[in-house]
T-cell receptor
Framework: EADIYQTPRYLVIGTGKKITLECSQT?????MYWYQQDPGMELHLIHY???????EKGDLSSESTVSRIRTEHFPLTLESARPSHTSQYLC????????????FGPGTRLLVL | AQSVSQHNHHVILSEAASLELGCNYS??????LFWYVQYPGQHLQLLLK??????LVKGIKGFEAEFIKSKFSFNLRKPSVQWSDTAEYFC???????????FGTGTRLKVLA
């Protein structure tokens, strides 16, 4: 069982609100990732981090931002939520010790009205 | 551009039937290959992975996959499925030495008791 947590699991919010999706892992992994997944579609990488104070945008353009102040914590923020942000957001982490196998959190399902 | 194709989006089988899920990728360099599974209501979790060596890899719950480099394929197999194998299965490719993990669109497997 992987020790990676995401909160909230479900969020319904109005347009224009600022939201932060939390992701924490207790495995000491240096790399962390955020993916966006729409129903029936593949996972798209939106952000990743190689370590503390290192963040990069992924292949899918996203209006969200991330920070990595501590190894175990990788929050994602939307400054002004829009209906187009409605999706599932998955957080993952990996480490060379684990052969870069990604461990996933349970996901946050976001609905923006 | 790198891509991963999963040929079957929905598969329905009876218990004890054999399973083969196709996965093809396009990338010219060295890759790590993964199959992840998501059981209803649970996290995405690793089923099996291939990094190097024997191209036939065995995973949890009796699953195996074969890497055929010449065909850019990594098909998942199980000789006899059980009702508890009902889940969504994702093939993923990681270009070695990069952050890039490319996921397929997933295959929803339903096993009838």
């Amino acid at each position: 069982e992987a020790d990676i947590y995401q909160t909230p699991r479900y969020l319904v919010i109005g347009t224009g609100k600022k939201i932060t999706l939390e992701c924490s892992q207790t495995m000491g992994h240096d790399k962390m990732y955020w993916y966006q997944q729409d129903p029936g579609m593949e996972l798209h990488l939106i952000h990743y981090s190689y370590g503390v104070n290192s963040t990069e945008k992924g292949d899918l353009s996203s209006e969200s931002t991330v920070s990595r102040i501590r190894t175990e914590h990788f929050p994602l923020t939307l400054e002004s939520a829009r209906p187009s942000h409605t999706s599932q957001y998955l957080c993952a982490s990996s480490d060379k010790r684990g052969g870069e196998t990604q461990y996933f959190g349970p996901g946050t399902r976001l609905l923006v009205l | 551009a790198q891509s991963v194709s999963q040929h079957n989006h929905h598969v329905i089988l009876s218990e004890a039937a054999s399973l083969e899920l196709g996965c093809n990728y396009s990338y010219g360099g060295t890759v790590n290959l993964f199959w992840y599974v998501q059981y209803p209501g649970q996290h995405l979790q690793l089923l099996l992975k291939y990094f190097s060596g024997d191209p036939l890899v065995k995973g949890i719950k009796g699953f195996e996959a074969e890497f055929i480099k010449s065909k850019f394929s990594f098909n998942l197999r199980k000789p006899s499925v059980q009702w508890s194998d009902t889940a969504e299965y994702f093939c993923a490719v990681n270009a070695v030495g990069t952050y890039k993990y490319i996921f397929g669109t997933g295959t929803r497997l339903k096993v009838l008791a």
